[in-house]
């Protein structure tokens, strides 16, 4: 079964810095680009940006440019969100997702969907 | 960006009725030398992660029922459920995937009349 496990729900301060995952298996971690998705609390969903993990590849939204930073551990097929010094609007819910192309192709439908990650951020 | 609108943003309907669900992107994503619309919908039940229902605007994923349909090319798009279950209410997003930074609708909340 394919499955996507993220990291536990995190309570962070501003300024602080944080780093989630997103560890994949049941296929081909390397084959298949990863997506992260925001969702703020009852809003609706933003791509921030998605890396293939063959070559850890990573393209963002602009939206999001410079402001976090994506990453992979190709060993232990695990992704990363991370952030250096968060701001009270970081607070979300965060999903990984995989984009389903087998081929490494970006262009792709998200077919498969991490467990989420609560992220507050809070003084 | 391309911009995805949906309409309604919310919607009831009885159980054994028809939902429709409408998309509308702010420029055409049909990839024309592929003829490939490229849309997907999902469905988000409260506290779980979306899951996938159609991709290329029409394909039904596997294990969804077939009372999921989708349909439209360029930049219109519906998502139809006919003949409402219990179990269907819930938010639906579309989402096109042709340029990035790949978008989402803001979602339509679908609840039972």
């Known amino acids: 079964e394919v499955q996507l496990v993220q990291s536990a729900t995190e309570l962070k301060k501003p300024g602080e810095s944080l780093k989630i995952s997103c560890k994949g298996s049941?296929?081909?971690?390397?084959?298949?680009?990863i997506a992260w998705v925001r969702q703020m609390p009852g809003k609706g969903l933003e791509w921030m940006g998605f890396?293939?993990?063959?070559?850890?590849?990573?393209r963002y939204s602009p939206s999001f440019q410079g402001l976090l930073t994506i990453s992979v551990d190709k060993s232990i097929s695990t992704a990363y969100l991370e952030w250096s010094s968060l701001k009270a609007s970081d607070s979300g819910m965060y999903y990984c997702?995989?984009?389903?192309?087998?081929?490494?192709?970006?262009?792709?439908?998200?077919?498969?969907w991490g467990t989420g990650t609560t992220v507050t951020v809070s003084s | 960006d391309i911009v995805m609108t949906q309409s309604p943003e919310s919607l009831a309907v009885s159980l054994g009725e028809r939902a429709t669900i409408n998309c509308k992107s702010s420029q055409s994503i049909l990839y024309s030398s592929y003829n490939k619309n490229y849309l997907a919908w999902y469905q988000q039940k409260s506290g779980q992660p979306p899951k996938l229902l159609i991709y290329?605007?029409?394909t039904r994923e596997s294990g969804v029922p077939v009372r999921f349909s989708g349909s439209g090319s360029g930049t219109d798009f519906t998502l139809t459920i006919n003949s409402l279950q219990a179990e269907d209410v819930a938010v639906y997003f579309c989402h096109q995937y042709y340029r990035t930074p790949y978008t989402f609708g803001q979602g339509t909340k679908l609840e039972i009349k």
């Open positions: 290329w605007a029409s």
């Open positions: 890396i293939y993990p063959y070559d850890s590849d990573a």
């Open positions: 997702a995989r984009v389903g192309a087998l081929t490494g192709d970006s262009q792709f439908y998200i077919d498969v």
């Open positions: 049941g296929y081909s971690f390397l084959s298949h680009w």
